[in-house]
């Protein structure tokens, strides 16, 4: 029977367990404590924070990290402006980036979230206002969401993902870590 974690990885962690590549050490999964034999179903970038979910079943895994299964991932983004609603609807028709066009996305404004303090904090400018959006894809290239909100002039300034599907970060602290049930719909049907 598969098994599914979720992660609140924090801000600066990669979403992996080893970084031998890199000439200065980096923070990793490896130091959250994880049971073995689970790996990440999905990436987020290093600069990006919130849920990640990870799972010992390679075809959940591909289920949930897959762009053509079209599994929504929900992200608070903080981005730098005041958009108005028309400043929005590109990022819901979808916006052309270098690597092709992107489906649409669900976006609306949303009051600042309860969410963690930052460290390090995000630089605020005092003539420069900031605001945050709800954006929902169901796709995953690499810094998507980044990319899309700087095409429309808007660059994300913090980005936290609290959806991945039916599951949320709902209360998980960063570091902190949930075991959570594979609805019967996605568990995998082994041969």
Do not use: C
């Amino acid at each position: 029977m598969a098994r599914l974690l979720l992660v609140h990885k924090p801000w600066g962690m990669l979403s992996q367990f080893t970084d031998a590549r890199s000439p200065a050490p980096r923070a990793t999964l490896s130091a959250l404590g994880l049971p073995p034999g689970f790996y990440p179903a999905g990436r987020l970038d290093r600069d990006s924070e919130g849920l990640l979910a990870l799972t010992d079943d390679g075809r959940l895994q591909a289920r949930i990290a897959d762009p053509r299964t079209r599994m929504p991932k929900t992200y608070w983004a903080q981005v730098e402006g005041d958009p108005s609603e028309a400043d929005l609807e590109p990022l819901r028709r979808g916006v052309v980036l270098a690597d092709g066009p992107t489906r649409p996305a669900r976006v609306r404004r949303i009051p600042p979230p309860d969410l963690p303090p930052r460290d390090p904090p995000i630089r605020v400018r005092l003539t420069v206002p900031d605001s945050w959006l709800e954006i929902t894809i169901a796709e995953g290239r690499n810094r998507q969401v980044r990319r899309m909100t700087a095409h429309v002039g808007l660059p994300t300034l913090r980005l936290v993902r609290v959806r991945i599907g039916p599951w949320a970060l709902d209360g998980l602290a960063p570091g902190q870590w949930r075991e959570e049930p594979v609805p019967p719909a996605l568990a995998p049907r082994h041969r």
